[in-house]
């Protein structure tokens, strides 16, 4: 009986001081909006790249944020360079650090190297275009995106 009485209160304090470390820890959370530079407080994607900025994908362009300001991307039509719509869907960084951006009208590869944007005009296994909506972007170990 004292042996398992012994067990018991060793037991609670094992407990008692394993959940007075996990309380001790601190979150900090920021929030950002329109406010802080984000073009629209809706956000649809969220990655953080190998560099460590983080994009966030909106109804109203591209973002990125380097921790302290945004900078935004959005289609500008006398450029050729620039993303060709602002309604982000999905983001995803392949290996080589270029971005793939889904929008409610196709796929977008962005490439930090030059600052520029290319609209991703491969055929589909079907033999399609992509010019749809872009829900999901994913890669594989083999460096595919699917």
Known sequence: MKKALVLLVSFICYQIVCHAQVMDEHYYFKNLSVQNGLSQNTVNAILQDKQGFMWFGTKDGLNRY???????????GRSQRSIGNNFITALYEDAEGNIWVGTDVGLYIYYPENDSFRHFEELSAEETKIEHTVTAIVGDDQGCVW
């Open 66 to 76: 380097d921790g302290l300001s945004f900078r935004q991307f959005k289609h500008d």
